[in-house]
């Protein structure tokens, strides 16, 4: 086991969430639970920096915050001043798939560095990261000085950025950064919807243009650099050639097949549906946006198609909607079914850029 302290930073306001996601329930344990758990298999102390009332009993201690208000920088700073081990291992309390033999891969590359951060899609991940205790004073001077962005002081300091080469052999490496944040978050793990990468869904009546605004939004990101997944659903019963050798093999009793070639990947399921979450988490790999056309239902982002005369039904899944009428609604972003750069740039907001969360 590593001489590393793991810290648990716990400090946030969760205002978007309505609630101390820190203790939301997955799957029988609250998030900061699962993190601490994560982090014990790896390293021998685990700090928790919050509130130590609230956050009493759930790992080794709780420590409060120097500088307080300051932000995750704040905790970070709190982490490596109280921490019994150097270096430090740094998580947020709100990521469900924390892995601890992934957090010591992270320590094992600090060798001749100040601090290792994951740099996954272009986006750096500095609250799933290493730090020594030299980064302590430029944490120090920033918090000092009013700067509160977590990585304002890594130009002080020697980096490794770790990419997704470094990942190799890690299946689903993304989705151990993947943060929880609002209620539609959550209900999105309730159905086993967790990739790696942003998801869109692209929902309407049949015959109404979807597939040529997904042509059109895809061309448009492709030419910007974006790598984008499609995921078509469709009700209708899909099947395999018969007399194919795979469609044998089912008929042999074969629950599911698989062809592979240098065509790609052909899979067929005997019976039933494949469940979106596992189809999400197999075309994840590699890209950076999956765009889902169908699965109306689904608690994913939409872009909403309607048809002509059609009303709107809009939830805090809506983030466009896409008509031939677009003067009409007001309060969300509106366009017509020949704007797909618009929605391309949309997306690429939204989705694609960094969010600023002090970052």
């Given at each position: 086991?590593?001489?590393?302290?793991?810290?648990?930073?716990?400090?946030?306001?969760?205002?978007?969430?309505?609630?101390?996601?820190?203790?939301?329930?997955?799957?029988?344990?609250?998030?900061?639970?699962?993190?601490?758990?994560?982090?014990?298999?790896?390293?021998?102390?685990?700090?928790?920096?919050?509130?130590?009332?609230?956050?009493?009993?759930?790992?080794?201690?709780?420590?409060?915050?120097?500088?307080?208000?300051?932000?995750?920088?704040?905790?970070?700073?709190?982490?490596?001043?109280?921490?019994?081990?150097?270096?430090?291992?740094?998580?947020?309390?709100?990521?469900?798939?924390?892995?601890?033999?992934?957090?010591?891969?992270?320590?094992e590359r600090l060798d001749g560095f100040d601090a290792a951060v994951p740099c996954v899609g272009g986006r750096l991940q500095p609250l799933f990261a290493a730090y020594r205790k030299t980064?302590?004073?430029?944490?120090?001077?920033?918090?000092?000085?009013?700067?509160?962005?977590?990585?304002?002081?890594?130009?002080?300091?020697?980096?490794?950025?770790?990419?997704?080469?470094?990942?190799?052999?890690?299946?689903?490496?993304?989705?151990?950064?993947?943060?929880?944040?609002?209620?539609?978050?959550?209900?999105?793990?309730?159905?086993?919807?967790a990739a790696g990468v942003p998801v869109v869904g692209v929902a309407g009546p049949s015959k109404t243009g979807k597939t040529r605004l997904i042509e059109g939004i895809v061309a448009e990101?492709?030419?910007?650099?974006?790598?984008?997944?499609?995921?078509?659903?469709?009700?209708?019963?899909?099947?395999?050639?018969?007399?194919?050798?795979?469609?044998?093999?089912?008929?042999?009793?074969?629950?599911?097949?698989?062809?592979?070639?240098?065509?790609?990947?052909?899979?067929?399921?005997?019976?039933?549906?494949?469940?979106?979450?596992?189809?999400?988490?197999?075309?994840?790999?590699?890209?950076?946006?999956?765009?889902?056309?169908?699965?109306?239902?689904?608690?994913?982002?939409?872009?909403?198609?309607?048809?002509?005369?059609?009303?709107?039904?809009?939830?805090?899944?809506?983030?466009?909607?896409?008509?031939?009428?677009?003067?009409?609604?007001?309060?969300?972003?509106?366009?017509?079914?020949?704007?797909?750069?618009?929605?391309?740039?949309?997306?690429?907001?939204?989705?694609?850029?960094?969010?600023?969360?002090?970052?």
């Open positions: 086991m590593q001489e590393t302290t793991g810290v648990v930073l716990a400090g946030g306001k969760s205002t978007r969430m309505g609630a101390n996601k820190a203790f939301l329930s997955l799957e029988g344990h609250s998030l900061i639970e699962r993190v601490v758990a994560e982090l014990r298999k790896a390293f021998p102390e685990v700090l928790v920096v919050g509130d130590p009332e609230t956050y009493r009993g759930l790992a080794d201690r709780v420590v409060a915050d120097i500088f307080p208000e300051a932000g995750p920088l704040g905790g970070i700073h709190a982490g490596l001043t109280f921490a019994s081990y150097d270096p430090v291992f740094v998580a947020a309390c709100d990521l469900p798939f924390v892995e601890g033999s992934l957090a010591s891969l992270i320590v980064c302590l004073g430029p944490v120090t001077r920033s918090l000092e000085a009013g700067r509160r962005r977590v990585v304002g002081f890594l130009g002080e300091v020697r980096v490794c950025y770790l990419t997704e080469a470094d990942f190799e052999g890690w299946p689903h490496f993304r989705r151990v950064f993947f943060n929880v944040n609002t209620p539609a978050d959550i209900r999105r793990l309730q159905h086993r919807i990101l492709a030419a910007a650099g974006y790598r984008v997944a499609v995921l078509k659903h469709t009700v209708h019963e899909l099947a395999d050639t018969p007399g194919k050798d795979t469609e044998r093999f089912a008929r042999a009793g074969a629950v599911k097949t698989a062809l592979a070639g240098p065509g790609g990947l052909f899979y067929f399921q005997a019976a039933g549906e494949p469940e979106l979450g596992p189809v999400l988490e197999f075309l994840e790999d590699a890209v950076d946006l999956i765009l889902v056309e169908g699965y109306k239902e689904a608690p994913l982002p939409q872009i909403k198609v309607l048809g002509n005369g059609e009303e709107p039904v809009l939830d805090e899944r809506t983030v466009a909607l896409v008509t031939g009428d677009p003067g009409k609604y007001c309060g969300i972003p509106v366009f017509s079914f020949s704007a797909a750069p618009a929605v391309a740039a949309l997306i690429v907001d939204r989705f694609l850029k960094r969010e600023d969360k002090g970052y």
